[in-house]
């Protein structure tokens, strides 16, 4: 595996687009090579290399684009195929209402490197996604739309964790759509369990 190659699968891993400090976590992960001292700089050469947006472009492969403008760290991986990718639960994205408007950040940042970790981790070991409280499967009930889709939940709110508060795999939870939003009617918050034992 070249740098090229590792930095292309970081950011297919990542949905397609990220911020360096996340595509150095993926690339660190998957880079099958003793990696240099200065690896963190080849990764960055590597993106500015392969992009037409910056002005050390060497004309080759046009592989990445600038997100938010060259020097905010935000790169993209052009002709990435959306369709491959496990979704992100509604929450991890906003849209703002009367505005033309994305809204990428919450008010507590969300690590989606982390969520779609676990959420790959759980169709290892269970061969599909489905909701961990009453078992809905996406696929199983609207096919191919429904594929790899499923939502997290973090069972500590995000915007009650401190700035440099850690979350584990094991703090997330799959949920379906309708359970995620009745855990989230009241607080505190119900467990997966409680929840289980009100749809007996």
């Keep these: 595996m070249t740098y090229k190659d590792g930095v292309v699968e970081a950011l297919k891993r990542l949905n397609g687009h990220a911020y360096l400090k996340d595509i150095y976590i993926v690339f660190e992960e998957i880079f099958d090579k003793p990696l240099v001292l200065s690896w963190k700089a080849v990764v960055r050469a590597t993106l500015e290399r392969s992009s037409s947006d910056s002005n050390v472009y060497e004309g080759v492969d046009d592989l990445f684009y600038s997100v938010d403008g060259i020097g905010n760290g935000h790169w993209g991986l052009r002709n990435f195929n959306h ?4 979704e992100l639960t509604q929450e991890d994205d906003e849209f703002s209402e009367g505005k033309v408007l994305l809204k990428t950040h919450l008010t507590r940042e969300r690590n ?4 779609n970790k676990a959420k790959r981790l759980f169709l290892e070991k269970h061969g599909k996604l489905y909701c961990e409280v009453c078992g809905f499967n996406f696929e199983e009930k609207y096919g191919e739309l429904g594929k790899d889709f499923i939502e997290a939940h973090h069972i500590k709110a995000v915007s009650s964790m401190q700035e440099d508060e850690k979350t584990k795999i094991e703090d997330l939870v799959m949920v379906c759509s309708n359970c995620h939003s009745m855990i989230h009617r009241k607080k ?3 467990n997966k369990n409680q929840l289980k034992k009100l749809l007996r």
């Design 83 to 86: 369709s491959t990718v496990i």
């Design 112 to 115: 989606n490197v982390l969520i």
């Design 188 to 190: 505190p918050w119900l």
